[in-house]
């Protein structure tokens, strides 16, 4: 069944269609939400309440765009509003100075993405909502600004403070995973780019 089927039977009242509209963009909302909060029970409850504004609305999606986006707008809205009443985002963080430089990303990384959204769900709350919003969902400054009640400018910074913690992070993180150079000979270093 198509999205435009889905959605005709959805507004017409099929339990069933709703039922398989759900089925197919929960998993995929759900892990948007996770990238917002840092309680999976939060998640879940920010995507039901989501959903539910979503089949409330399904009236007003006039087929302009994807309609994964359009539930996506909807599900990072709600998971936006439970974040401020669970976490605050204390979006003026203060400019603190670390040991660690910060590196180029690696083309190569040996983190997989599970360690990678671990690393990005570790982030201040202000700093993971401007990621999550620019770098993941495309929103612009001015959009996040908006989103958030907070300038252009605070979203730009927020972005570049995250994104210094992130490549510190990984670097670190890509430190700890690499193997011991004892263990590997300069050729076995060499042919996987290391020496």
């Known amino acids: 069944m198509t999205d435009a089927d889905l959605i005709a039977a959805c507004r017409q009242g099929s339990s069933r269609a709703q039922k398989q509209l759900y ?42 765009g994807s309609f994964e986006g359009w539930i996506r707008r909807i599900v990072v809205n709600e998971a936006l509003g439970m974040l401020r009443r669970k976490e605050p985002l204390h979006l003026a963080i203060d400019d603190l100075t670390y040991d660690t430089p910060t590196t180029p990303a690696e083309a190569e990384s040996r983190l997989n993405a599970d360690d990678m959204l671990a690393l990005l769900a570790e982030l201040p709350a202000g700093y993971r909502t ?11 400054h001015p959009e996040i600004g908006e989103l958030l009640g907070i300038s252009e400018g605070t979203s730009k910074s927020q972005l570049s403070k995250a994104r210094a913690m992130l490549q510190r992070r990984l670097a670190v993180a890509n430190a700890q995973a690499q193997p011991a150079a004892s263990t590997s ?8 780019g290391r020496y």
């Not at 998640?43 to 999606?61: P, S």
């Not at 401007?130 to 612009?140: C, D, M, P, R, S």
């Open 23 to 64: 089925e197919r963009f929960a998993g995929l909302m759900l892990g948007v939400c996770l990238r917002y909060l840092r309680r999976r029970e939060d998640a879940e409850e920010a995507l039901i309440v989501g959903f539910t504004k979503v089949f409330r609305a399904l009236d007003q999606y006039r087929h302009e």
């Open 185 to 192: 000979s300069p050729k076995e270093l060499y042919a996987v």
């Open 130 to 140: 401007v990621f999550n919003l620019y770098a993941l969902e495309g929103y612009t």
